[in-house]
């Protein structure tokens, strides 16, 4: 069984950046792809970026291309999400997630451990 945990997340002004945090606890992650999704008040719960266990791979959605990445230290259990060039819609709360069979499109199904989540609010 894998814990996670995310934190950094906050209030940030349009344009602006945040970094968040998501640590592993109870296994190593050595063996996940590990990943990030995002649920906005009112809407289902969407992917936004993963990598894979040795970290060279990633995979993105459209929506933040360009503007995220995602990175991991698996000595630390710890993955990480940049996040730059913030924009409102990009408000949600930001889940991390490990999977140990992840394959095609990303869905949260393939996905088999989930942090508790930390709010990201970018405001105009």
Known sequence: QVQLVESGGGLVQAGGSLRLSCVASGS???????GWFRQ???????????????????YYADSVKGRFTISRDNAKNTVYLQMNSLKPEDTAVYYC???NSVRGV??????????QGTQVTVSS
Not at 28 to 34: D, F, G, K, L, V
Not at 40 to 58: M, P, Q, S, Y
Not at 106 to 112: E, Q, S, V
């Open 28 to 34: 190593t992650i050595s063996t996940y792809t590990m």
């Open 40 to 58: 906005a008040a009112g809407k289902e719960r969407e992917f936004v970026i993963d990598v894979t266990w040795n970290g060279g791979l990633t």
């Open 97 to 99: 997630a490990a999977g």
């Open 106 to 115: 990303r869905t949260p199904r393939l996905y088999d451990y989930w942090g």
